[in-house]
C-alpha cells in the first residue's frame, strides 16, 4: 500500500461484516504512522434484542462439545513494523510486536465463570468485563489503533 494511501480489507471484517480499515502515513519527522480503524459493531435490533443478562444460554453439553472444539486454540492478530518500534496506542506490545488480539482457548474455556460471562455478551462493553483481567487474553477493543515506527533503511 503507497504511503498516504487507505485501504481496506475486506477479508478482515467485524462481526457485522464492516471491513477493518488500514491507512500508512509517511509523517513529517519520517516515521511511519499505521492506523488501524476496526468499526464499532452494531448492536442488536431494538425489538428483538434480549433484556440486559437475558437472552439464549448454551446448555452445559453445548459448552462442552465447544470446549472440546477449541481445545488447544490460540489466535493472534499482531503487527510487527520492520524498522524501530516509536509509540502505540495499543497497551499490549511485545518488543516490537504490538497485540491486537492475543486469545488462548484453553485459558477461556477453563474458567466457569469466564463462560458464563461471555453467554451474557450484547456489546463491546459487555465484552470488555467478561474479559478484564483473564490470564491468556489480551484484545485491543479501542475503534482506532495506531502505531508508529522509524522504517528501516
Request: net charge negative; proline share 9%; charged share 20%.
Amino acid at each position: 500500500m503507497p504511503c498516504g494511501d487507505t485501504t481496506r480489507a475486506p477479508w478482515v471484517n467485524s462481526a457485522d461484516g464492516q471491513a477493518v480499515t488500514f491507512a500508512l502515513a509517511r509523517q513529517a519527522d519520517g516515521n511511519m504512522l499505521l492506523r488501524i480503524i476496526v468499526p464499532t459493531p452494531s448492536p442488536p435490533a431494538t425489538d428483538t434484542a434480549p433484556a440486559a443478562g437475558a437472552g439464549p444460554r448454551s446448555s452445559p453439553q453445548q459448552i462442552a462439545m465447544i470446549k472440546q472444539l477449541i481445545a488447544g486454540a490460540h489466535l493472534s492478530i499482531a503487527v510487527e513494523p520492520s524498522g524501530h518500534l516509536v509509540r502505540t496506542s495499543s497497551p499490549f506490545v511485545e518488543g516490537q510486536r504490538v497485540n491486537l488480539l492475543d486469545l488462548d482457548f484453553d485459558a477461556v474455556a477453563k474458567d466457569e465463570v469466564v463462560v458464563s460471562r461471555l453467554q451474557g455478551v450484547r456489546s463491546v462493553d459487555d465484552a470488555k468485563a467478561a474479559l478484564k483481567d483473564v490470564p491468556g487474553v489480551k484484545i485491543n477493543f479501542d475503534p482506532e489503533i495506531t502505531i508508529e515506527f522509524t522504517p528501516e533503511k
